[in-house]
């Protein structure tokens, strides 16, 4: 390849290339040069069509009519884009990467996204390294935890249940308090549940006290999020939801959850250590200007 003549697409113009672009992105085992997948529900899975198909868009650096490159554009918030690459080919040029997270600057810079994150492997310097020379800050580090669920029987809680619809308003206001600036309420819980999502809550004394979304990818549920009402925390409960939620999955057959929660949250990192979640790997959470 020659270094710098590279002419830029996105893959909706040039589906063709879908197969070429989802190497690029295998070929990034974790360790050194693992790419944090832009799309939380995804994160630790090997790339997939489905997980491709999911991002807004996608860059390609063409060199020639081959893809040196690739640059995924994940929605994470109605503000936030995250990167997820860029995946750069072997023996393509080093500013491939820079040239992509260039392009997908200029791409959004009249869309309604105000600001890009990236997460890089703390062990990817390269990475980091690129980030910090192309406008982005460090913000925190996060973790993402799995846990197999075997399909043995979990011990479980009758106070867990799914929720109903009737239970939606008072679940909503439980995820808005513990989450005050996540969409996952807007329109609908109603709505999510129609995205593949699953609620669910645990009643203490006949008050629904805490609540967990569930999002189902590729044979897995992800954790998005998991929330006790503010006056009842601090009292022991959310293990009882969490052991709750891992026996209603079991019953289901997911075959794991997956979650991320973020480095200096100490009492859910005890929480998700003490019903068996283990640590899969650490990131840096990067921001930047579009
Ligand atoms: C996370 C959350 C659900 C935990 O519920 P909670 O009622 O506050 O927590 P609990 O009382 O059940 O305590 C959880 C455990 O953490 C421990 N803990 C509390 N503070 C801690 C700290 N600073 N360091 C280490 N452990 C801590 C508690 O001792 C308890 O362990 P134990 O039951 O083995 O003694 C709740 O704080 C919440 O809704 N937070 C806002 C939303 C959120 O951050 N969700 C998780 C995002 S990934």
Redesign the pocket.
Known sequence: MTPGAYSLVDLDQRPDLAAEVLALFTASPPGANHLVCGLPAYMGLPASPESLSQAAGVLIALSGNRAAGALALCPYSEEQITLWGPAVAKGAGSETGARLIDAAREALHLSPYGSMRALADTRNRRSRTLLLAHGFTTWKDTYCYERELGGAAQPGTSRVRRAAVRDHAVLATIFIQ??PDSDHCIPSLQRRESEGYRHYLLEDDGVVA?AAAIQDAGGRGWLKL???RPE????????RLLEGVLAEEGKRHTRALA?E?LAD????I??YE?VGFKRRWTATIFTGPV
């Open positions: 513990g989450f805490a998991v929330a006790m009842m925390r601090g009292k022991h409960l959310s293990k979650l929660v949250n100490a009492p859910a005890h929480l003490s």
